[in-house]
């Protein structure tokens, strides 16, 4: 709160296994999104995206949880211009290889409207995107390279899989 006191704290869990929240988003009614993930065995190598949504008091008011038999997780969520929200991560079950961004676009009552892949047969995650007009703009990062690309209502546009290397200097 404003005075720098706790309102409320809890710990997620899916059965025994924990939760990890990584971003958060607050909601027009208080509320809060939370991306991260949810592991699903003892060896940490079976995750799925999950997103939960918060009431201002911190109850669970839905859960989703993507993904398939390796690591899937979510690194942060945004607002669109239409209202609903988009989920950024990576997915190692699905797409074009190793690991590659993944985007789920979803409404406010949790419901998945698409579900994306970026990447090329190297590893790449989103990190990050803004959105300006009915475009989406990704970053993201994996080792040594990157992935930029451009998304227009949920289709990839041509640059969406030019991998690069950055020059730090």
């Known amino acids: 709160n404003p005075n720098g006191n706790v309102n409320w704290m809890y710990?997620?869990?899916?059965?025994?296994?924990?939760?990890?929240?990584?971003g958060v988003l607050p909601t027009p009614?208080?509320?809060?999104?939370?991306?991260?993930?949810?592991?699903?065995?003892?060896s940490n190598t079976d995750r799925d995206g999950l997103i939960l949504k918060l009431d201002q008091n911190g109850?669970?008011?839905?859960?989703?949880?993507?993904?398939?038999?390796?690591?899937?997780?979510?690194?942060?969520?945004?607002?669109?211009?239409?209202?609903?929200?988009?989920a950024f991560g990576e997915t190692s079950s699905y797409g074009n290889?190793?690991?590659d961004g993944l985007?789920?676009?979803?409404?406010?009552?949790?419901?998945?409207?698409?579900t994306k892949t970026m990447g090329t047969p190297a590893a790449e995650i989103i990190n990050d995107a803004v959105q300006i007009g009915d475009y989406f703009y990704v970053a993201g990062g994996y080792g040594t390279g990157g992935?930029?690309?451009?998304?227009?209502?949920g289709l990839r546009l041509g640059?969406?899989?030019?991998?690069?290397?950055?020059v730090v200097t």
């Open 97 to 99: 290889g190793n690991k």
């Open 147 to 153: 992935l930029l690309g451009a998304m227009h209502n």
């Open 59 to 86: 109850n669970v008011v839905w859960a989703k949880a993507i993904g398939g038999t390796e690591v899937d997780q979510f690194y942060n969520v945004r607002k669109t211009n239409d209202g609903n929200y988009i």
């Open 29 to 42: 009614d208080n509320g809060f999104i939370i991306a991260g993930s949810r592991i699903k065995n003892s």
């Open 159 to 166: 640059c969406s899989e030019k991998l690069i290397t950055p």
């Open 11 to 22: 710990t997620y869990k899916s059965g025994t296994k924990s939760n990890e929240g990584i």
């Open 103 to 114: 985007m789920v676009k979803f409404s406010g009552d949790g419901t998945i409207i698409w």
